[in-house]
């Protein structure tokens, strides 16, 4: 079987570089995106790069620093050629992606260096703390804030230490539900040496077919089933980590009293205090059943309060996902055609028929509530679910809906690389609050956005859904397109990107509640910390990274 991290990727781009987003099938999405936007998608007016043409900075590493690092992990595995640098000196953000359409790739790290083991990762710290060289880990490279953008901050020379070679199942015990994995081990991979088990971890998201272990728990990952089994570090049993003053490893236990929370220190650590090596999760039966059902809620509204009845009944879906009226008018927009026209009419009928009764997805909630796990609890749980549902203003759509979002799950991340080549600017942005606050900073959020795409003279369309909630709030996720400034392409992301980070913060939100910080968010990490909050990241970082070459520039470091 290919492994997912053997499928050959776009540096420029999502995802497998043999696979698209099949806009032909959608019929009514390009109207609908000229319509709102305002224009005429007719051309490619932001091409895709060249590889040959892209001015690349030579590496700084001299031939004899070279073979040091050879001498650790073989010849094949220092890579200095300008596919590997380009593809390990961006992520996946807006930012990233546009400047390698622009030319603009500042920070390739001088050398790639893939370890084996974790000796090895030992012996590179070494090494490179010895010379003064700057170390930005990489595991699958898909961090949308900068996290894994190589800079040097005044060091020699920078590498990246690609963890793909480190992707063993060292341990799995069925007995404790717990499995050990190195930390380079990728999602597919990860899940499917589970399955053998009939185990599961069940963290998936979105970039799960292109991350790994390692990059979850160092950025803090959320995946799509995180209201029912929560966010990575919840998951996470013990973890290892290499620093450049040795190992810190935390115990195989299921809880524990001495002193403060080390895997808590290390998650969310995002390369800047070592890396991470191997780690035990908590793992569960795989499921028997996956009971996924759309919904049509008559507004955002409704929906948003029957998922805090639902969570604080004790009620709780594997997933959610409440979409405002907005993203439900998208979300129609860009599904697929029917297979026939005798499908197509029937699908009309439908819609004509919940229009009568005062449902639209041009006005309501389109939602997908899912649950996993024993058939028969599965199914209780689900009715009760949508009980609550009904209550507040939803209606039933049925298991259809749930499986089409379901089974394309992964597919839209590959429709931002075709909008960028129509002129089309699309972005996220992610935070979360209390239930009391939800409503005020949904708004407050989306109406800064929307003048910051004012600002530089573009329509807008803003979308937000409610997903990975909890007892006492919910994050909330929102999507953004307008068209893109020519010749002010920076700039106008800067300008968004500014004025929904003050509102977050102003309006009682987090800057991020799963993407991470890297460099793009450390401005608003720095005001959440606050200054007593920092110096004690800054001691924790200068006890275990002295010489300061661990991922710099990442988390206001």
């Known amino acids: 079987m290919t492994k997912a991290k053997d499928i050959e990727t776009r540096w420029w781009g999502w995802g497998d570089i043999n696979k698209t987003y099949p806009v032909e099938e959608r019929p009514t999405y390009i109207p609908f995106l000229e319509d709102k936007l305002g224009i005429k998608v007719d051309k490619v007016r932001v091409p895709d790069p060249d590889l040959e043409a892209l001015d690349l900075r030579a590496s700084r590493l001299s031939a004899e620093k070279l073979t040091s690092f050879e001498s650790i992990v073989g010849k094949e595995n ?24 622009l030319n603009q790739v500042s920070n ?3 050398a790639v260096v893939y370890p084996l083991n974790e000796k090895e990762v030992g012996i590179i710290l070494k090494l490179a703390e010895d010379e003064g060289i700057a170390v930005t880990p990489f595991c699958g490279g898909s961090s949308v804030v900068g996290g894994i953008e190589p800079f040097d901050n005044g060091f020699s020379a920078a590498i990246s230490v690609d963890l793909r070679r480190m992707d063993k199942v060292v341990k799995i015990t069925p007995e404790s539900r717990t499995a050990t994995f190195e930390a380079g081990i990728w999602g597919p991979e990860l899940e499917a040496e589970l399955s053998k088990r009939g185990l599961y971890l069940g963290h998936a998201p979105e970039s799960f077919l292109f991350s790994g272990l390692g990059g979850w728990i160092a950025s803090r990952s959320a995946g799509r089933q995180s209201t029912g089994y929560g966010k990575i570090e919840d998951m996470v049993e013990s973890v290892r ?34 890396i991470i090596t191997q780690a035990t999760m908590k793992v569960r039966p795989l499921p028997q059943a996956y009971d996924y059902r759309g919904l049509l809620f008559k507004e955002f509204e409704g929906g948003v309060q029957s998922v805090r009845e639902m969570l604080q009944h004790g009620i709780i879906p594997e997933t959610i996902r409440i979409s405002d009226a907005e993203e439900s008018a998208f979300a129609m927009r860009v599904r697929k055609a029917s297979s026939s026209a005798v499908k197509e009419q029937a699908m009309q009928t439908a819609l004509k028929g919940l229009a009568a009764l005062g449902y639209s997805f041009e006005t309501g909630a389109f939602s997908i509530l899912g649950c996993e796990g024993r058939k028969v609890e599965v199914a209780g749980r689900m009715k009760r679910i949508q009980s609550i549902c009904r209550k507040n203003g939803a209606v039933p759509l049925g298991k259809g809906a749930g499986n089409e979002w379901y089974h394309g799950r992964y597919d839209h991340p590959y429709l931002r690389d075709i909008m960028f080549g129509w002129g089309v600017m699309t972005d996220t942005l992610e935070t979360a609050t209390t239930w009391d606050n939800i409503m005020n900073l949904y ?15 573009s329509p807008s369309l803003v979308t937000c859904h409610l997903s990975h909630s909890y007892e006492t709030g919910s994050s909330l996720y929102f999507i953004f397109l307008g068209k893109i400034a020519q010749g002010r392409e920076i700039e106008q992301w800067e300008h968004i990107k500014k004025l929904a980070g003050d509102c977050i913060l102003a309006n009682g939100g987090t800057i991020t509640h799963h993407h ?32 300061g070459i661990m991922n710099p520039g990442k988390l206001g470091l």
């Open 78 to 101: 220092v890579r200095t050629d300008k596919k590997d640098r380009v593809y390990h000196a961006l992520g996946k953000s807006y930012r990233d992606l546009l400047r390698a359409r």
């Open 443 to 457: 708004r407050t959020t989306k109406d800064a956005i929307r003048q910051a795409l004012t600002d530089f003279d």
């Open 108 to 110: 390739p790290p001088d």
């Open 241 to 274: 980590m290499v620093t450049p003053r040795g190992i810190i490893e935390t115990r195989d236990v299921p809880a524990s009293a001495t002193g403060p929370d080390m895997v808590r220190m290390i998650s969310g650590s995002e390369g800047t205090l070592g």
């Open 516 to 547: 991470g910080v890297g460099y793009e968010h450390a401005p608003w990490f720095v005001q959440e910390y606050g200054e007593s909050g920092m110096q004690a990241l800054r001691g924790l970082k200068k006890s275990l990274d002295p010489a």
